[in-house]
């Protein structure tokens, strides 16, 4: 057992005090935090956009100018909410149901319910000044004012070589250019190039679609003509259409002789549902945000599992090629048993994934206790949520299940490989086997009690993702029981057959044994 742990020990220090080894821990949360700040920076920095309106129907102009409005008082909504947030007296971030009591908690609640009634609401009580004046008893004092966002969508001037009297098709023709960026389009004395053409014909209501009325064959430029380079950004036509719908459903309200404003009024109506968990004490039934976190809060853990596993037995893997590839494993073989190494190898690198876990967590925690801000406030909730939790227990068996397992075969193979390149064939379907349970996450947190996951999670190599997945679901007893027995004689199982593998490649050279030439090696060792 001595040699075991200078063994382990050894390793462990060896991967330590490699700048590669602090190089890739610190990589991850580099990337997090880097990710994180171009997410917000992208977020705030969305370029102006300009567009050009021709409305030859002269019917729906109101319409789109509505739209954009719109748009831009939700962006504004949104900031102002989190604005609040950031900067009220008593800011209370529960993720529970609880009611709130201020006027400035009210309109928060209204936003995550409903942002479309809650819009409505903005707009029709007076917008932003009405709201800065009911907020601002509840606004902590000396705090910077609040900054409205600017416009996203600009008019620009229609260009005088354009005749908008012209067919749609020559209009188009000759906004094309302003459109793919060859020509500038000017706009409140600014230029820039054209985002988009909104070009409305004049016989534009032909093309109106009405209930118990034969389909027509789609026609290419029917009804609105939208025209734009970026085909990824559909805000702009989704809000311009949902204004023009409602402008022409208006419109066939006040033909039949119905109030718009009645209907308006009755289809903002709205039943409240309450989800409720049957396996709750009494009086606690009510699903709240928090819950709806621990449920995801597997596919985390799955994906901190996969990464650190795959670390792990990475340099697993590296470490007993090179030591072999150098002569290095001949030299402690003449003082230590095979056995010995190989045990000392697994706990070695497995305190360097423990080292790699802790230093991802002090990375996450220094990041939302240093950087203060709403959302960094909400991940640190959710986080302390996550980490209250039952699902540890889950992760720290699962996490060790996985990497003994893994590490057992892992480490077989690199005893009977003399580079990496030799490895890298083998390794393979063992990455991929670990992909699979990886790309049903998603689906497992939908049913976690498939059959076809429930006979999947008996699979071992699959048992630690899958099993830790449906972690939150609480999986049938017999699913818990049966996968673990299964999955300790496994791993009792490839760590006996990978010490034979090891002691028969870990001192052989040339070319990688087939699998008849590796059953022999095994059955000469015994």
């Known amino acids: 057992m001595r040699m075991i742990r200078l063994i382990a020990w050894r390793e462990y220090m060896e991967n330590v005090k490699t700048k590669g080894f602090w190089v890739g821990i610190m990589i991850f949360p580099l990337i997090f935090t880097a990710?994180?700040?171009?997410?917000?920076?992208?977020?705030?920095?969305?370029?102006?956009?300009?567009?050009?309106?021709?409305?030859?129907?002269?019917?729906?102009?109101?319409?789109?100018?509505?739209?954009?409005?719109?748009?831009?008082?939700?962006?504004?909504?949104?900031?102002?909410?989190?604005?609040?947030?950031?900067?009220?007296?008593?800011?209370?971030?529960?993720?529970?149901?609880?009611?709130?009591?201020?006027?400035?908690?009210?309109?928060?609640?209204?936003?995550?319910?409903?942002?479309?009634?809650?819009?409505?609401?903005?707009?029709?009580?007076?917008?932003?000044?009405?709201?800065?004046?009911?907020?601002?008893?509840?606004?902590v004092e000396d705090i910077q004012p609040f900054e409205q966002p600017s416009n996203q969508f600009i008019a620009a001037t229609i260009p005088p070589e354009v005749d908008i009297t012209a067919s749609p098709a020559d209009i188009a023709l000759a906004l094309k250019p302003y459109l793919s960026g060859d020509k500038q389009i000017t706009a409140d004395g600014e230029s820039g190039?054209?985002?988009?053409?909104?070009?409305?014909?004049?016989?534009?209501?032909?093309?109106?679609?009405?209930?118990?009325?034969?389909?027509?064959?789609?026609?290419?430029?029917?009804?609105?003509?939208?025209?734009?380079?970026?085909?990824?950004?559909?805000?702009?036509?989704?809000?311009?259409?949902?204004?023009?719908?409602?402008?022409?459903?208006?419109?066939?309200?006040?033909?039949?002789?119905?109030?718009?404003?009645?209907?308006?009024n009755v289809q903002r109506t709205r039943m409240p549902l309450s989800q409720l968990d049957p396996t709750a004490d009494e009086g606690e039934e009510a699903v709240s945000l928090a819950d709806t976190f621990r449920q995801l809060a597997p596919i985390g853990f799955v994906y901190l599992m996969l990464i650190s596993l795959m670390q792990n037995v990475q340099y697993l893997l590296s470490n007993t090629i090179e030591e072999k590839s150098n002569r290095i494993i001949e030299v402690l073989l003449a003082s230590v048993t095979a056995s010995e190494l190989m045990m000392g190898k697994l706990l070695g690198i497995g305190m360097s994934g423990l080292t790699t876990i802790a230093v991802w967590l002090l990375s996450f925690y220094l990041f939302v206790t240093l950087y203060d801000s709403n959302e960094t406030e909400l991940i640190s909730q959710i986080l302390e949520i996550v980490l209250s939790s039952e699902l540890i227990p889950w992760f720290v068996f699962y996490y060790f299940a996985g990497y003994a397992l893994y590490s057992g075969i892992f480490l077989a193979i690199g005893s009977l490989c003399n580079t990496l390149k030799e490895a890298q064939a083998m390794m393979m379907p063992m990455i991929l086997i670990q992909i699979v349970p990886v790309a049903m996450m998603a689906f497992v947190v939908l049913d976690p009690n498939n059959p076809i996951v429930r006979a999947m999670s008996w699979f071992p190599?699959?048992?630690?993702?899958?099993?830790?997945?449906?972690?939150?679901?609480?999986?049938?007893?017999?699913?818990?029981?049966?996968t673990t027995i299964v999955l300790i004689l496994s791993i009792i199982f490839v760590l006996w057959l990978s010490g034979k593998v090891f002691k028969a490649g870990v001192l052989r050279t040339g070319q990688p044994p087939r699998l008849v030439e590796l059953y022999r090696m095994i059955r000469s060792h015994d």
Request: charged residues 20%.
């Open 193 to 264: 190039t054209l985002f988009a053409l909104i070009l409305i014909p004049e016989n534009v209501n032909q093309d109106i679609t009405r209930p118990n009325t034969m389909a027509q064959p789609p026609q290419q430029r029917a009804g609105i003509q939208y025209w734009a380079k970026n085909l990824t950004d559909s805000r702009l036509p989704d809000a311009i259409i949902r204004s023009i719908n409602s402008e022409i459903r208006n419109r066939e309200y006040i033909e039949l002789g119905v109030d718009n404003q009645v209907v308006r």
């Open 35 to 139: 990710m994180y700040f171009l997410q917000t920076t992208l977020s705030n920095t969305t370029p102006t956009r300009y567009y050009i309106l021709i409305d030859q129907s002269g019917q729906y102009e109101q319409a789109v100018a509505t739209a954009i409005s719109r748009s831009h008082q939700q962006r504004v909504l949104q900031e102002f909410v989190n604005y609040l947030l950031d900067n009220r007296k008593e800011s209370d971030l529960e993720l529970t149901a609880a009611s709130a009591s201020t006027a400035a908690d009210q309109l928060i609640d209204s936003v995550d319910d409903d942002e479309v009634a809650a819009l409505d609401e903005w707009l029709e009580s007076g917008g932003l000044d009405f709201a800065l004046t009911m907020a601002s008893p509840y606004l």
């Open 461 to 482: 190599l699959f048992t630690p993702y899958l099993m830790m997945n449906r972690a939150a679901a609480d999986p049938p007893m017999v699913d818990v029981i049966g």
